[in-house]
């Protein structure tokens, strides 16, 4: 079977339940997402550190904290743009389509990283990585939700999860690799360029080997309805959404610069000992990413509320723990409450929208949630310029995670969906 045609979602054999209950067109897109994955987390982890402390030793190029702040902020907003547009893009053109035209800006970007990492073109080179980047997401999440469609939703968080399998392995592995080549004495300026080249081989290999998993007929739907879809998604979705990105505000805040707080202010961890702690949470989270889905899927507004209170309290806990012990206990802690929260974050903003709209509903959620990124961004690196220390960013994050951790479960427990506690979820009133 050709990876070019739409057989993989449209024939009798399409139903997920293959190796680990994923389709044959899904591993291929799992396989490229991982590449398009090791093109982020060769140097994403060690990025803030790199603009706080590399840039002046190796460029002397000396950013100011909220210098560092607004390269993330201007970096959110390329990420809010290509939600918008990839979302959009992915239903009126198609899948496939859509994600070769991801890697282009990436690989630019990277590149530029590499060889011209100025102020104020950076942030530009920033900006465009993330904007690539947001369109890898939103589709590989399409790509996925198509082909649960075919099964009415059955165990769709696990799906969902496991299709990052690849992705988690390699966010996992990059950081340790990166990390040997800075013990060898390569520069952090070097990733990037080693991240380029992974960005235009994925590019090859989602030409070769992604199959389209939209069919023909849905793709028209989708052009003779709204390119953007701000309506016609539900209350349901709009609360969960907007609850959502109150919770990202605060926890954003403080999450952006762990690497900062870590090895700046921790004392006595180097960077690459945080990348080599960044990998075992990585592939911590690869092993429970199957398990984790099914426990999402028995109850997914349980899952979401159980794994937003694990991130606020590992917040706290960063803001008053100190040593290699700590981080790597802290770090592997974290991989359970990211995988819960993988599967059925997406399954709850699919879960009532129609096969057309799937692409925009994934785009127009990750759009409200980097705006809560956007102001995160700004906000933490405020707080950290006033207080002069992030220990004090994590305190005030933690805590006040909790109250709109209330406004989450307010949103979950007020949608009139009655099946989301039964283990199966109707992915839209069109299948």
Known sequence: MSPSTSEDVTGETSAPGGFYGLTGNLWRMALVVGLAQFSMSFWAWQFAIFLEFDLASTFGVFLERWEIGFVFSVGTGATILGY??????????????????????????????????????????????????????????????????????????????????????????????????LDLGYKSSDLHLVAGAGAIIALIASVAFIGESLQPQVIEEARSGPVIAFSGLGKDFWKFALAMAGYIVIYRAAVAYLGNLVVGEWGDISTQMYGYAWSGFSLTSAALLSKAGDWADRNLRVAMVVTLIGNSLLILAFSVASGIIALWVLNISWALPIALWIGAEKT????????????????????????????????????????????????????????????????????????TDEGEVTLGPSE
């Open 84 to 181: 918008v547009l990839s979302g959009t893009i992915a239903d009126l053109i198609g899948r496939k389509n859509t994600m070769v035209m991801a890697f282009v800006p990436m690989a630019i970007g990277l590149v530029g990283l590499r060889f011209y990492p100025t102020w104020p073109v950076i942030i530009l080179e920033y900006a465009l990585v993330q904007f690539g980047w947001a369109f890898v997401i939103i589709v590989s999440s399409a790509i996925a939700a198509d082909e649960i469609a075919v099964t009415a939703g059955r165990n769709s968080a696990r799906i969902f999860n496991v299709v990052l399998l690849p992705a988690f392995l390699v966010d996992g592995l990059s950081p340790i690799a990166a990390s040997i080549l």
């Open 348 to 419: 709850l903003v699919v879960r009532e929208t129609g096969k057309e709209m799937k692409g925009r509903a994934l785009g127009t959620y990750n759009f409200v949630i980097s705006v809560g990124g956007l102001i995160a961004y700004t906000l933490g690196a405020y707080l950290w310029e006033i207080w002069g220390s992030l220990r004090m960013v994590y305190l005030f994050s933690g805590g006040l995670s909790f109250v709109m951790i209330v406004m989450v479960a307010l949103a979950l427990w007020s949608s009139r969906s009655t099946n």
